[in-house]
């Protein structure tokens, strides 16, 4: 453990950090799987709406800085193609 005030004071700052990213993880990865399974079941409209909840986290965690905004774009890409496989 840090013995300086201003050390301890950014591990306690990481910690909240951290635990802030792993939260907003979750919530894309959730968001995901249920864009997925609803691709799955083949129901537009529930797809429709997970599709649009998807984007939505996926920008939200691009522009926290938890994902990368390229790689932000790929995962948007990705589920816009097989959104588009399932209208056709």
């Known amino acids: ?3 300086i005030k ?3 004071k950014r591990a306690r ?3 909240d950090e951290n635990l802030r990213n792993r939260m907003d993880k979750s919530a894309l990865k959730t968001s995901l799987r249920r864009f997925n399974e609803s691709v799955e079941a083949g129901d537009k409209e529930v797809a429709e709406k997970a ?3 998807a984007v939505k986290t996926v920008d939200q ?3 926290k800085g938890v994902l990368h905004k390229n790689a ?3 995962k948007k890409a ?3 193609k097989k ?3 399932l209208n056709n």
């Open 1 to 3: 453990m840090a013995n």
């Open 6 to 8: 201003s050390a301890i």
């Open 13 to 15: 700052i990481t910690e």
């Open 51 to 53: 599709y649009v909840s």
């Open 61 to 63: 965690s691009a522009a």
């Open 72 to 74: 932000a774009n790929h």
């Open 78 to 80: 990705q589920l816009a």
């Open 83 to 85: 959104y588009a496989e």
